[in-house]
């Protein structure tokens, strides 16, 4: 490190100032917003750190499901996973953070809910597989197109909150 470089100089110099951040797709299903987790989903993931760059209360039409779903085409859980996530209402939002989809993953927890670690979203909230609360991307790639498939040309906003500079290193 070059006399009188801080530590990370570089890597937010190439960010432009700021840490690298990946952004990645939360999806409260149906039994989450019924149940009224919303905001505990919500406070969890900002209390880790991470910034909502989007945010929406929505149904999910059939269309956008089997698109959503469409690596699963086929398989015997598939047509149960359409009709759950179009049952009712859901919030989306993208959250975004360095790390963001693997920070993401470990806060909410395995998909089966009895397996999940304690502490979890899915853990704590969840008892069945059918229904676990939430989806999260499980690559930066499905975050990508995920993020795409339900905010489309709505760009995310970008903007800086104070309190990063307590959460994040240099």
């Known amino acids: 490190m070059p006399a009188g470089a801080r530590k990370g100089e570089g890597r937010r110099a190439a960010q432009g100032g700021r840490v690298a951040a990946e952004r990645t797709l939360i999806i409260v ?6 149940r009224a987790l919303v905001g505990e989903v919500i406070g969890r993931l900002e209390r880790r ?4 760059a989007a945010l929406e209360l929505r149904q999910i039409d059939r269309a956008l499901a ?4 469409g690596e699963h085409e086929g398989k015997p859980f598939y047509a149960g996973l359409v009709d759950y996530i179009t049952s009712g209402p859901v919030v989306t939002l993208v959250v975004e953070g360095p790390g963001a989809v693997a920070v993401v993953r470990a806060t909410v927890g395995v998909t089966n809910p009895a397996t999940a670690t304690p502490g979890t979203i899915r853990a704590d909230f969840g008892l069945t597989i059918g229904r ?9 790639e499905s975050a990508a197109r995920e993020v795409g498939l339900f905010f489309g ?7 800086t909150r104070d309190i990063d500079r307590w959460i994040l290193e240099d």
């Open 66 to 69: 089997e698109r959503h779903y």
């Open 29 to 34: 299903k149906p039994d989450g917003v019924q």
């Open 132 to 140: 676990n609360l939430i989806h999260a991307s499980d690559s930066v």
């Open 49 to 52: 750190g991470l910034r909502i």
């Open 153 to 159: 040309d709505r760009a995310p906003i970008a903007y």
